[in-house]
């Protein structure tokens, strides 16, 4: 599985932008994907997971954690191979490279991963 981070760019605090991630190869519809984030100095954080039809939760089931729940989005459109993050009121410290990711289920490591795209919330 091939994956294509795009989207990033610099917003002010408030502003919302939509993160896409063109996958390509293999049963798409069977994988989970996620995105994680990396800001300079910190740990990669997992800040969204969809799962497919492989996993255990249930496909088109979502997972957040508590610093982007009710400000970010995933969704997936299987008939494009693209995966999505909806980004509003960003904040900050929301700045990190933003990479998607791809798996068997949300909750474990991922298998592939593509490369980052870049976010900044400045004012």
């Known amino acids: 599985v091939q994956l294509q981070a795009s989207g990033g760019g610099l917003v002010q605090p408030g502003d919302s932008l939509r993160l896409s991630c063109a996958a390509s190869?293999?049963?798409?519809?069977?994988?989970?994907f996620g995105w994680s984030r990396q800001a300079p100095g910190k740990e990669r954080e997992g800040i969204a997971c969809i799962a497919g039809r492989g996993g255990n939760t249930g496909r088109g089931n979502t997972h957040y954690p508590d610093s982007v729940k009710g400000r970010f989005t995933i969704s997936r459109d299987d008939a494009k191979n693209t995966v999505y993050l909806q980004m509003n009121s960003l904040k900050p410290e929301d700045t990190a490279d933003y990479y998607c990711a791809a798996g068997a289920a949300c909750g474990v490591e991922p298998h592939y991963w593509g490369q980052g795209t870049q976010v900044t919330v400045s004012s």
């Open positions: 190869g293999g049963d798409l519809s069977y994988y989970a």
